[in-house]
């Protein structure tokens, strides 16, 4: 952490010193000075790991080391730069990184422009987007980088006015003297650089005096994305780089056995190239739709993939098989619930896509990548060239919660671009990426809790899952620490678990503890890996314990949360979502909390399961319980852009909804049946609440928490809840229509027959 006189671990941030550097430079260039990170603190009398190092501070402890080599710049026009080594995809932190800059400079925020890094393998953990650690990881060290700038500017100006320091102002990019003479800071760039690097001493901001920071803001490109002129991977104008689609198989992980037709597809109108790679059979043509054209007229014969023969049924056996024992039931009355949670797309608005353009010594690629440095050396490795000769640019994506971690598109677009000797821009189609894409794993959850009176003796969960993918970067960043780490010698995916996952009521002895089974599927994170299905078995199991022990669910959870902090949020959902008011029959509230990375989240929701709801007809779609209100509290510590936050919670619910109710694959004979939007049933405007409050609670804490992924598990717990209590009958099964869906399309099996549900036809 940057260096300071006092203990960061009460969260507070008074004012202190900080080192940073002036680094050699035309213009002034500046960054921070980190040392080590702060030892995990010994004196919580609690056995919760969490509490002493949690999944984010561990990304945060990598990222350090790195940090001093972030810089800003202040150029000639009087803008200030910096280039974010973190991926924005639509999760707002450009506008956020921007307001830091801004506060600390006293510029306006539009006269900040920040870009986002090309893949640099100098900052080794700090270039890695995830796990809501993008704002806690950068936020002291933009600040003081931010600081450097404006103390150098300060004394370049002192110079040129003839005035003290002290005696001058800085105010919307501009310092003033004490006689009335002005100097914009564009003008003292080159002044205030400097021919060697030095090292300062600075001070931040005290909270206090913030006039950017936690108060609410637009997006820095919100004009920029509703008028069309936002530039993702595809909108970008490489030479030559050309339509590129794939044939992919039938089955998840299938390979190539023969192509019937490939001479005879190569003459198809527009077709440039056509070749087998890894994945399937790749075609580049003049546009898309001659892609498409030529993707269904391919004769593949295909040999099996991964997951051969496998379906939901066989899947969930083989999770059961795995499941580790509960232990002897004690002696005391028990709650016990064991619940099940489907495949889920991992699918991002944006087509998965890439550019590359590979040459026999060098290659360049553009994609949206929350992992570039790994990318950058797994795309060097299958090019057989060295890491540096591979120039990988980050660019803004569509949407990812955790889809992006993953780099296929670019290195299958690389891989393209070698074979053929040409750019391609490859973009996957929607039924790429539902069928041979990311998916969230199917998982199952145990939960035993004893109790005896008015008191809880203890808390078992048993977590078994569909084995989580962690190649993008988090499994090097636990090996790279694993000496500091207090979770024993366990694995990545059992260090995942145990660094995400906490206890926050008073339950007696606690203990959690995961399996992971069949490495067959390609898995990943949907905006949190575990914490949405464990927090809803939890959360239902509370439920159903303050009922055995006859008690109101709120103020069950209020007795036994352990902090003030988890109180207030879930006292502000009950007060605001007028928790316990009489509701007709089949209908119900429902109320649920959940807590990670230094942030808490409590969502009341209420659910209408009537009959004449649950059956109302809907065109091209699925309807069932709908929620009707949702109310939702979130303490993320200090929060840079309220109405950032906001939006993020807007989007959890919308998950959360969708989870518990109607997002699902279907798995059949080793492929998914979904195979776009228009059947994978996320969240429609027909299920979305028509009352949504959001209410981001005032804090006295200096730092910020993370946001991103806090309200999805809360949300999918309480409308788990909310329907439990409306139809009198603990759901065990999510999505609560996976087994009862009516959609029953067929595989997509090459060649793809013209169909409005095979992926293609939007994309002409």
Not at 40 to 66: F, H, K
């Amino acid at each position: 952490m940057p260096k300071r006189d006092d203990d960061e671990s009460t969260h507070a941030l008074p004012r202190r010193r900080f080192l940073g550097y002036v680094l050699a430079a035309p213009t002034l260039v500046a960054a921070a000075e980190l040392g080590p990170a702060p030892k995990a603190r010994a004196d919580i009398p609690s056995a919760e790991i969490t509490e002493l190092v949690d999944l984010n501070d561990v990304m945060t402890a990598a990222a350090l080391p790195t940090s001093n080599l972030i810089t800003v710049e202040v150029g000639r026009d009087g803008t200030v730069s910096f280039a974010l080594p973190r991926a924005e995809v639509g999760q707002g932190i450009t506008t956020s990184t921007a307001m830091l800059i801004a506060e600390e400079m006293d510029v306006p925020l539009e006269q900040v422009r920040v870009t986002l890094a090309d893949a640099r393998p100098e900052l080794v953990f700090n270039q890695l987007t995830g796990a809501s650690n993008t704002t806690i990881s950068t936020f002291t060290p933009i600040r003081v980088a931010a600081a450097v700038a404006r103390g150098r500017l300060l004394q370049a100006a002192a110079d040129e006015l003839g005035a003290a320091i002290t005696d001058l102002t800085l105010k919307a990019g501009v310092i003033t003297g004490p006689a009335g003479k002005s100097i914009g800071i564009g003008a003292l760039s080159e002044k205030a650089a400097s021919v060697r690097t030095q090292r300062m001493s600075v001070e931040l901001k005290p909270r206090e005096q913030f006039t950017v920071i936690g108060r609410p803001h637009n997006r820095i490109d919100a004009l920029a994305a509703v008028t069309g002129r936002k530039k993702f991977a595809m909108d970008l104008d490489v030479p030559d780089a050309k339509p590129t689609m794939v044939c992919r198989p039938p089955t998840v992980n299938g390979k190539v056995g023969s192509v019937a037709n490939l001479d005879e597809v190569r003459t198809m109108p527009g077709v440039t190239d056509v070749a087998v790679i890894a994945t399937g059979v790749a075609v580049r043509a003049a546009t898309f739709g001659q892609c498409i054209d030529a993707v269904r007229a391919l004769r593949v014969s295909w040999k099996p993939g991964s997951a051969e023969g496998k379906s939901d049924e066989s899947v969930l056996k083989k999770l059961r098989a795995a499941e580790l024992p509960l232990g002897v039931p004690p002696l005391t009355p028990t709650v016990e619930g064991r619940f099940t949670f489907a495949f889920r797309s991992n699918s991002a608005l944006e087509p998965n896509c890439a550019i590359a353009d590979v040459r026999p010594d060098r290659a360049e690629i553009w994609s949206g990548l929350k992992s570039p440095i790994v990318a950058q050396q797994t795309i060097a490795a299958k090019l057989g060239l060295p890491p540096h000769a591979v120039t990988v640019h980050v660019t803004e994506g569509g949407g990812s919660f955790g889809r992006k971690l993953f780099f296929d598109a670019a290195l299958e677009a690389a891989e393209i671009s070698q074979r053929f000797g040409k750019p391609v821009k490859l973009m996957w189609h929607r039924a790429d990426d539902s069928r041979q894409g990311r998916t969230h794993p199917m998982a199952t959850s145990r939960v035993r809790v004893a109790y005896a009176g008015d008191t809880v003796l203890g808390y078992k969960q048993r977590h078994t899952s569909v084995a989580t993918d962690l190649s993008h970067g988090l499994g090097e960043i636990f090996t790279a620490m694993a000496a500091k780490l207090p979770v024993g010698d366990i694995g990545f995916s059992e260090t995942f678990f145990q660094l995400s996952q906490s206890m926050p009521y008073n339950f007696g002895a606690h203990s959690r503890l995961l399996s992971e089974t069949d490495k067959g599927f390609n898995t990943g994170s949907m905006r949190n890996v575990y914490s949405p299905d464990v927090t809803c078995a939890r959360e239902l199991v509370v439920d159903r314990l303050a009922a055995k022990m006859g008690k109101d669910p709120f103020r069950f959870r209020r007795e036994f949360l352990r902090d003030d902090r988890s109180r207030a949020v879930l006292e502000k959902v009950a007060d605001a979502g007028n928790w316990g008011r009489p509701m007709p029959t089949g209908t119900a509230q429902g109320i649920a909390f959940h807590s990670e990375y230094h942030a808490v989240s409590a969502v009341l929701v209420e659910i209408d399961c009537r009959p004449e709801t649950v059956n109302r007809p809907i065109r091209d779609g699925v309807t069932g319980p709908r929620v009707t209100k949702a109310v939702v509290a979130v303490d993320v510590g200090l929060a840079v852009n309220p109405r950032g936050l906001e939006a993020q919670m807007m989007g959890c619910v919308m998950d959360g909804i969708a989870l518990t109710l109607t997002s699902s694959l279907h798995l059949r004979d080793g492929y998914f049946l979904e195979a776009s939007w228009d059947n994978y049933f996320y969240t429609r405007q027909w299920n979305t609440p028509p009352e949504l409050d959001i209410i981001i609670m005032p804090t006295t804490t200096g730092k910020p928490g993370g946001a991103g992924e806090l309200g999805v598990a809360a949300s999918m717990a309480a409308v788990a809840c909310a329907y439990g209590r409306a139809t009198g009958t603990m759901p065990t099964s999510f999505p609560i229509n996976h087994s009862t869906l009516s959609f029953d399309p067929k595989p997509t099996v090459p060649p793809i027959p013209p169909s409005p549900t095979d992926g293609l036809d939007h994309v002409r």
